[in-house]
């Protein structure tokens, strides 16, 4: 209570009244709530529902299971679990006879009743399902929707209005909605297992085998909820929450993903038209592009086409029901030329890209595959001037400067091109990339992953016919992301590197001429030795990835690239900041702690550097506990900007870390240079590193900033 009430409450009561209230107020809380602290025992009230709360065996398991359980780590919780319906969950939880219930909605009314943490444990969707052998209703055509009769609870208000918006917008107007009493929670059900309605309105994660989802919509948050008044488990909930959302922010999104797959049937559902359109359509041309390794090519040993795309689209078409015969091009350029003279009826893999559907007059399917990209460069070439090397057929996406583009056969004439220095920069699927990066003999090139992905389509000419493109769809639908993660590791793990013999050759003519004249013992010595080199240098480069593998963070030959092309292209109107910083008693940590610990204080700094500074600036692990930020595109305006991120940062991080009850304090000290002249890394590496040490000299926990400006 605050001061005011207690002084109105002296007033017109003497202090024993009052005593005497306060032990009843006690008394009664104690009879109306389970005190946390006694034998740090909570009552969880639940339900059984598929992949939230499932008991086997006495052996529990489900996403609502798991996260109490991490909870428990954090609040030390011990848990009774008891099993009821929703209905005396919901009254109990009310009562105060169990402490907390999990998926609670929190709003208006509910808020009234229970109490709720700050943080929400996940979030569901409604979900219009139906059952899995209503073929009537297409999940790939909504038009199927119009006139159906749709089951929903009449409590279920938010539910109702997210799927009335669906509605509005995908102009349906003719969808009878029939209401039930939420009693046992089996009404609406059995009125969809007699068929008295076509489908109903339910949450994704009540959804079962025996259930096909239509559209998901309306994503809402739900939360573990406690007894009205119950401030100290509501006090233990937020702490726990926040800590696991600290750790992991998207910790409610893996559990979702590991207990609720997307319900897939291994078979299309098709309509009887659409059964008839397969059985006349007879067998359908598909074209892949060779030697683009491990994603599409020819392979030698098998005599046959091969790779990720190839195996992708072949079930994808066996699902269909459609007969595929695959053709090969040497370059998309000839790919898009061969569809357009009809000499195939489809592409089997063409990036979801509106410029290349509109050059080429093609319509794409659903993307089957998302691909991360990456850009490849030459580290020992620092210009101005971008070259871009790009296979024919191909498409750059990246920043909107001037550049020269060499177009070439394939992605590993690219490549070669880059290596070589006649060209500077060249993008793919990280698939291809990587497969020909890591095949032993570019030792020159660095890889570095971009934050966009690009999807993949089966790309056909137009125009198409509207059944095929509806099977199609369909099929992909039915793929499982445990099937395409066995077909990706199955194509991955059995790379033909047929590369290494064709450089070796091209880059060696003079070397070969003057081998083939030396005696066979030479000859010999010298291709083992070349081997033995070659081994050597991709054990190398193999230790030389782009990121750093503890934090996820640049390393410091990737993050000094980065700020080197960077500087050479500067604007002259604008500024940067280039800090170096340093956890302060890191070496304590180590040492106190253990190296684990020390392992997870870097992992966490690595988190709170990507919230605090921007996306486009640039930050790199030098190595133990030191990091470099360099901040991009600064108005003078905003220099200010710097200065009060360098205070959250060190705010951040000033703080203590206990493990086995042995605490060890944090800080940081960070040099920073602001410049807006045309200067280098070193240059900025020294200056940053001399103010750096200074604040380590002046008592550690701070920062120093240094304007090094033009005039």
Not at 228 to 256: C, F, H, M, R, W
Not at 616 to 634: H, N
Request: proline fraction near 1%; aromatic fraction near 10%.
């Amino acid at each position: 209570m605050n001061y005011n009430i207690m002084k109105n409450i002296l007033k017109k009561f003497n202090k024993v009244i009052l005593i005497l209230v306060i032990i009843n107020i006690c008394l009664s809380i104690q009879s109306n709530y389970i005190n946390a602290e006694t034998n740090n025992k909570i009552k969880v009230g639940y339900s059984i529902a598929s992949g939230f709360t499932e008991v086997e065996n006495g052996v529990y398991s489900g996403l609502g299971f798991e996260y109490l359980r991490e909870i428990a780590k954090y609040t030390g919780w011990e848990y009774e679990f008891i099993e009821m319906g929703l209905n005396d969950m919901i009254n109990k939880l009310k009562d105060g006879e169990i402490d907390i219930a999990g998926a609670m909605f929190k709003n208006e009314q509910t808020k009234e009743l229970y109490d709720f943490p700050e943080y929400n444990s996940g979030a569901t969707y409604t979900t219009l399902v139906t059952l899995k052998d209503n073929n009537s209703i297409d999940i790939s055509n909504y038009e199927t929707l119009e006139g159906i009769k749709v089951g929903y609870f009449e409590t279920s208000k938010i539910k109702l209005e997210n799927f009335k918006n669906f509605c509005k917008a995908n102009g349906f107007n003719n969808i009878e909605l029939i209401p039930y009493p939420y009693e046992s929670g089996n009404e609406i059900e059995e009125a969809l297992e007699s068929r008295e309605v076509d489908a109903i309105i339910t949450g994704d994660l009540l959804v079962d085998d025996e259930k096909k989802v239509i559209a998901k919509f309306g994503a809402i948050p739900y939360y573990f909820a406690t007894t009205k008044g119950n401030t100290e488990i509501i006090s233990d909930l937020n702490k726990a929450i926040y800590k696991i959302k600290e750790k992991e922010p998207n910790y409610d999104q893996v559990l979702y993903n590991k207990y609720f797959k997307t319900f897939s049937s291994k078979i299309a559902s098709l309509t009887e038209e659409e059964k008839e359109y397969i059985n006349n359509i007879g067998v359908l041309k598909g074209i892949y592009v060779d030697n683009i390794i491990p994603v599409e090519y020819y392979n030698t040993k098998t005599k046959e086409a091969d790779g990720i795309y190839v195996d992708l689209v072949s079930l994808i078409m066996e699902r269909a029901g459609i007969k595929l015969e695959l053709i090969k091009a040497d370059t998309y350029e000839d790919a898009y030329n061969m569809l357009k003279n009809k000499e195939a009826d489809l592409i089997i893999a063409v990036p979801d890209s509106y410029s290349i559907e509109k050059e080429n007059d093609l319509f794409l399917t659903k993307s089957y595959l998302d691909v991360d990209m990456v850009e490849v460069k030459n580290k020992n070439i620092q210009t101005d001037k971008e070259i871009v090397a790009l296979a024919k057929g191909y498409k750059y996406d990246g920043e909107n400067k001037v550049k020269e583009f060499k177009y070439y056969e394939t992605i590993e004439e690219c490549l070669e091109a880059i290596a070589k220095g006649e060209a500077t920069i060249t993008n793919g699927s990280s698939y291809a990339i990587l497969n020909y990066v890591s095949a032993d003999y570019y030792s020159n090139l660095v890889v570095l992953y971009q934050e966009e992905k690009v999807n993949s389509s089966i790309g056909f000419a137009k125009p198409i016919d509207k059944n095929l493109i509806n099977i199609i769809n369909k099929s992909i639908d039915t793929l499982s992301t445990d099937e395409v993660n066995n077909i990706i590791y199955d194509n991955m793990s059995n790379i033909h590197h047929k590369i290494i013999l064709k450089q070796l050759f091209l880059e060696n003519t003079i070397l070969f001429i003057v081998i083939a004249i030396i005696i066979i013992i030479v000859i010999f010595t010298i291709i083992i030795h070349k081997f033995k080199e070659l081994k050597k240098a991709k054990k190398l480069l193999l230790k030389k990835s782009q990121l750093d593998t503890l934090t996820g963070m640049y390393n410091r030959e990737a993050g000094e690239i980065l700020v080197k092309e960077y500087l050479n292209t500067k604007p002259s109107n604008l500024y940067s900041a280039f800090a170096i910083v340093d956890i302060d008693y890191f070496k304590q940590v180590n040492d106190r702690l253990g190296h684990q610990i020390g392992d997870d204080v870097l992992k966490e700094f690595a988190l709170v550097l990507k919230e605090v500074f921007a996306f486009k600036d640039i930050i790199c692990r030098l190595g133990g506990d030191e990091f470099v930020v360099f901040m991009k595109d600064i108005e003078e305006v905003d220099i200010d900007v710097i200065r009060e991120r360098l205070q959250i940062l060190c705010k951040a991080m000033n703080k203590d870390i206990e493990y086995n009850n042995i605490k060890q304090e944090i800080s940081l000290s960070v040099g920073c240079v602001i410049t807006n002249k045309h200067t280098d890394f070193n240059e900025l590496y020294k200056q940053a590193d001399e103010l750096l040490y200074k604040v380590k000299h002046n008592g550690k926990n701070g920062f120093k900033i240094k304007n090094d400006f033009r005039d």
